[in-house]
């Protein structure tokens, strides 16, 4: 009896200050990785998945996974009402599955893609005020199997994590272009002061891509502004898509965009900037045809009098290079 609460109290105070963690901070790769860190510590279990639906397609993917072949999950996709995951989802009740084998809800493809053995699993759901966003889940117990408590527990965690990821969610909107979603331009200045005061302090590489499309006042003039606005939307998905997640994607002003690349050699900005032309070039937009140009600035961290500034005004003048050069076509120019 004394190590069941024992037990609890190490829990709760766990829960409390990993809550005060997650709800002081807007950083949201801090919050997932603590969400999950503590959802499996709270629990004393081997794995565990923060899973939220993506409201363009209402499945569900995995935003966080740790434990044994977590990152492969991040391939899958989950139709609410399939899985676990999904049956919480949907129905918004938590569950306690001691034998997920025996389980008709359990999905089996998850550990077929993954590799992964899940035995038993706690899954809550996690809701603001209006609708669920996701779940969280935590699999295979190190103490054998879960107990309601545990489940209770869970579920009040999650109720904190889905008011920090709706803190999250609305501090990033202020921060974004309404059209494209991504960050505005002021946003976009302030994070590349602070990276290149990154980059010079600890000595990495820090690349400025500035992209521009090419003749882009011909596709408002033939197809109409609405056109444009689709192109300006499937552009910017596109580089949010081909970049990592620690990359900033701007939209810098009207049909230009901004991509800052930390950690990148030389090499790889250019084989970057070279696939970001290729596959535009090979996408159509509804019928749409576009090219862009790309002007690259890169510095080896070791310049140490350059400023942000400077990398602008270098990607800049690699930019007009791009466009001097014919277009549809990626230029890069290094700061000595």
């Known amino acids: 009896m004394i190590e069941y609460y024992e037990k609890k109290i190490q829990q709760l105070n766990t829960l ?8 002081s901070t807007l950083d949201p790769v801090l919050i997932r990785k603590k969400v999950i860190e503590a959802a499996t510590e709270l629990l004393n279990s081997e794995a565990g998945s923060l899973l939220l639906v993506d409201r363009s397609t209402e499945e569900l993917f995995f935003e966080v996974a740790i434990g044994a072949k977590g990152e492969k999950l ?38 077929e893609i993954s590799g992964f ?15 669920i966003i996701g779940a969280l889940e935590v699999i295979n117990s190190n103490q054998g199997s879960f107990e309601f408590d545990d489940m209770v527990i869970l579920y009040a965690f999650a109720n904190q994590v889905a008011i920090a990821i709706e803190n999250v969610q609305l501090y990033q909107e202020s921060l974004t272009d309404g059209l494209t979603g991504l960050y505005h331009h002021k946003y976009f200045e302030l994070r590349l002061k602070e990276e290149t005061a990154r980059s010079k ?15 882009f006042k011909k596709v408002n003039d033939t197809c109409g502004h609405l056109a444009g606005d689709m192109v300006l939307r499937g552009l910017a998905k ?10 900033i994607v701007a939209r810098y002003g009207g049909e230009e965009f901004a991509v800052i690349l930390p950690y990148v050699s030389y090499e790889g900005a250019l084989d970057i900037g070279e696939r970001l032309r290729k596959t535009i070039e090979d996408t159509s937009f509804e019928g749409i045809k576009i090219t862009i140009s790309i002007g690259i600035g890169y510095s080896d961290g070791e310049n140490m009098d350059f400023d942000y500034k400077e990398l ?3 990607s800049d003048r690699a930019l ?3 466009k001097n050069n014919g277009r549809n076509r990626v230029e890069i120019l290094v700061l000595q």
Do not use: Q
Request: charge should be positive; hydrophobic fraction near 40%.
């Open 201 to 215: 302090r600890y000595k990495y590489p820090l690349t400025l891509a500035l992209i521009d499309i090419d003749f």
């Open 320 to 322: 007009y290079n791009a």
């Open 238 to 247: 596109i580089l949010k898509d081909s970049t990592r997640f620690i990359d």
């Open 312 to 314: 602008i005004k270098f």
């Open 16 to 23: 409390i200050e990993i809550t005060s963690i997650i709800n």
């Open 74 to 111: 991040k391939t899958i996709k989950l139709k609410k009402g399939f899985g676990i995951a999904g049956w919480v989802v949907e129905h918004g009740e938590p569950v306690i599955s001691n034998d997920v084998t025996s389980d008709t809800r359990f999905f089996k493809g998850v550990d």
């Open 117 to 131: 053995k899940t035995k038993n699993m706690v899954c809550v759901p996690v809701k603001t005020k209006e609708r």
